[in-house]
Each structure stands twice: as C-alpha cells, then as structure tokens.
C-alpha cells in the first residue's frame, strides 16, 4: 500500500508566521548546497540561452527563417525538456538527486558543445534536443532539495537565489558570447586545437558547453538534504501525486494558467530582445551583449532574490496569499513597459524599458517556483515540480518565441514588426498572468486553517 503523503509529510505548512527564523535557521551546508545550485543554474542558462544572441550569424550561415530560428531557440529545447518533466521526478523521488543532477549537467555540457560543431540546421536541431535531454532533471531535482533543506521561514529567500542564476546565467551568455564575437569580429573562421575551423558562432557555442563541465565537479561535493516525510513505502506513484493536483483543482489549476500565462511574457522578452535592439535600433551584437548582459546580469538576479526575501516577509502579515498577491504585482509592474515597446521614441527610453522588464520579469518564475514548492508535499515534490517546469518551459520556450515571431512574420511588415509582435504577445499574455495571480490569491485565502493543515 502506498504512502499517503497527505498523512505524512513535511510538518513545516507553507508561510508559517509563528516560525522563528532563529529556531529554523539553516546550516552552512545548506547555503553551501543553494550555491552550487546556483551555479548550476548559471551554467544551465548560459547553454540554453546562447543562441538568441547568434540568431543574426547562425540564421545567415543556415539559410532560415526567424520561425525556423525560433524552433532552435524553443522547440528543439522544450519538447524534450518538458516531454522528459515528469519521468525525471519519479526519477528524482526515487533516486539521488545528488547524482541524477551531476549526469545531467555533463549530459548537456557535451550537447551544447555539439551544437558548435553542427553544420547543418539538422544537426544543430538535434544538440538543442540534446540539451534539453541533460537539463530536464535539474530545476526538479534543485527545487525538491532545497525544499527539504529549508524550513517555509527561509524557504522563498533560498529558491529566489537559486532562481537567480537564470538570469546571471542569461547575462553571461550575453556578455561572454558578445565579447567572443567581438574578439573575432572580421574572421569568417576560428582555428580550435583538435576541432578545426569553426565559424564564430560556432566557438560561442563550443566555448559555452565546456566551461559546464566545470559545474559537475562541484555537483559531486554537495550534501544530499534528507527527505522529508518519506516512509518507507518510499514516494508515492504518479497516480497519487495526480489525484492530489485534481482534488486540489482550485489552487492547482490557476496555479497552471500562472505558469501558463507568465512563461510566455518572460521568455518572450529574453528571447527577442537582442533582435529587436539589433533590427530597430541597428545595434552591433558586441554592444548589445555588453549593454544588455549586464542589465540582466545585475538586475535580474537583484529582483529575484528580492522577490524571494519580499514573499518571506509579506508571509508574516498575509501567511495564507502572499505569494499570488506578490505575483500580481510584479506582472503589473511590467504591464505598462510592455504596452510601450514599440512606441519609443528613443534609444535611452528604450534601455529604461528594458532595464524595468529585466529588474521585474524574471520574478514571475521565482514566485511561480516558490508557490509550486510551498503547495506541494515533499514526498511527492519531484514529481509536481517536474509538471510545473514541463508547463513553464514548454509553453515558455516554445509556444512564446515562436508565437512572436509567427506575429513579426505573418501580421506586422518592416523592421519594427518585431517590436509589434513583442509588445502584442507579451501584453495580451501579461492581463491572463495577472487575473491568473488573482484567482490563485482568492483560492488561497479563502482555505480554512484546518484545510490547509489537512492538504499541506
């Protein structure tokens, strides 16, 4: 017979105000295991996010579209990334994380690598698939063991600076694959020991994928966070952790339009915001890189963990909502900067827009994570975790780059389509992120405390 975690789980209920942060503060391996999961992160996202930097070389040397271009950036990724979601969380519930999650970051080190030495559109499809094959036990794996390994007091400060090296990881890739072209700048081709010529574009890639492999050392020194209410009739089934989201349907469900809804207005924006410095105001990629690596790599990771340390202490005052009423305000925020962005009448107003999206939009993945991790029972964290990422990703990766781009190419004409495109997607998407938050706000006040005991 199956363990019910409903009967047994972590004791500590999400937000719990009465918690003393003294009582439950963690130990130095506990910050030890946030960062190398950090790093983690940066490393992952420097491989992910390499290419929309190279969209303008890779797409002139392959011969494609900004559609077909924007397969490589998401499709490719997330159908096998998302599609491999939940079996990684029956994986990751069953098994160490500690070393599930080691193999993955070599698994997509050497894909990234791969992507560099690909010469067709192919082949270069099949290394992104690569890469999302090694990724996909990751941000489950990281998100259940820092689950267990922080009590609800400290929890959301500890995932937002993990989450934060998403973004840093966006920004190195900026400012790392901008000052390779840079360095390169007016050579068709670069000579690698071993390798051979390669188009600069190429050595970005190649360059990205074996600084990775340094991660994977580091993975293998973590401690392993004891689970939290596991018996031993180990993790419950799929099956279980299904019925538990559908009883739940009422938290669970806008919780999904959240993912649903918000993935799209962060990565959309992540994805395209190169090209449309590039096409609209006709800046060099080493410039663009430079500027706007280091806007994501400063901003972006300040709003996260400020969001993260935001959630812990609106906690104390709204212990039952925080979270969705925190989610609400960041896509706000952002609301009007969106609405704007094919209106600007110049380059500097440009770059106070973007340095506002960068500041606050990555915060809708924190408070998503943070609200997916304090909702669900750590036996069955994995599992849940793997579902929320498979609908982050999927739609985020795939549905959002290539929903603007299909609007640049088929509904607006010139070189401020993509502007139009953006500012349309993001915006619409953007109002159902924030009704999302709302209903989930709703649904998490009006729980009863003995419900809440009962479910958490």
């Excluded at 990684?88 to 080691?102: E, N, P, Q, Y």
């Excluded at 990234?112 to 559109?121: D, E, N």
């Excluded at 110049?346 to 973007?354: D, G, K, P, Y």
């Amino acid at each position: 017979m199956h363990h019910d975690p409903r009967e047994s789980h972590d004791s500590r209920t999400p937000f719990d105000p009465e918690q003393s942060s003294l009582q439950s503060a963690p130990a130095l391996a506990d910050w030890y295991l946030v960062a190398v999961l950090w790093c983690a992160n940066i490393f992952a996202f420097i491989d992910r996010q390499s290419l929309p930097l190279l969209v303008g070389p890779i797409e002139q040397d392959l011969q494609i579209s900004d559609t077909e271009m924007s397969l490589l950036i998401g499709l490719a990724f997330a159908l096998v990334f998302t599609g491999l979601g939940l079996p990684a969380g029956v994986l990751l519930d069953r098994g160490k994380r500690k070393w599930i999650i080691t193999c993955g970051v070599t698994f997509w080190s050497f894909a990234t690598m791969s992507c560099g030495l690909a010469a067709s559109y192919g082949q270069l499809f099949l290394g992104r698939m690569g890469v999302g094959v090694g990724e996909s036990v990751f941000p489950p794996g990281a998100v259940a063991m820092l689950k267990d390994a922080f009590t609800s007091a400290w929890r959301s400060r500890a995932i937002g600076f993990w989450s934060s090296g998403a973004t840093i990881g966006g920004g190195v890739a900026l400012l790392g694959g901008g000052a390779i072209l840079g360095l390169v700048s007016g050579r068709a081709q670069v000579d690698l020991p071993l390798i051979g010529s390669v188009k600069p574009w190429q050595l970005v890639l190649i360059v990205a994928g074996a600084l990775g492999l340094f991660v994977a050392v580091l993975m293998m020194t973590i401690r392993e966070p004891e689970r939290a209410g596991v018996d031993n009739a180990g993790a419950p089934t799929i099956g279980l952790a299904l019925r538990y989201l559908r009883d739940r349907w009422r938290i669970f469900l806008p919780l999904a339009c959240v993912d649903f809804a918000g993935s799209i207005v962060m990565f959309s924006f992540q994805a395209w915001t190169p090209t449309l410095l590039g096409r609209v105001w006709h800046l060099s990629r080493p410039e663009i890189g430079l500027i706007f690596g280091l806007m994501t790599i400063t901003l972006s990771p300040a709003g996260q963990c400020l969001s993260g340390i935001a959630i812990d202490h609106l906690a104390k005052r709204r212990p039952k909502d925080a979270v969705a009423i925190a989610g609400s305000v960041v896509c706000a925020v952002i609301l009007a900067p969106t609405i704007l962005l094919a209106v600007i009448p110049s380059l500097a107003m440009m770059w106070v827009i973007v340095a506002v999206y960068t500041f606050m939009g990555p915060c809708i993945f924190t408070v998503a994570t943070v609200a997916t991790a304090s909702l669900t029972p750590a036996p069955m964290m994995g599992k849940v975790a793997g579902l929320h990422f498979f609908l982050f990703n999927l739609i985020g990766f795939a549905l959002g780059a290539t929903l603007v781009a299909v609007v640049s190419d088929r509904v607006f004409t010139g070189a401020t389509a993509i502007a139009y495109a953006m500012s349309s997607v993001i915006g619409i998407f953007d109002v159902i992120a924030i009704a999302s938050f709302l209903v989930l706000a709703k649904a998490m006040s009006l729980r009863s405390a003995g419900a809440a005991e009962s479910s958490l």
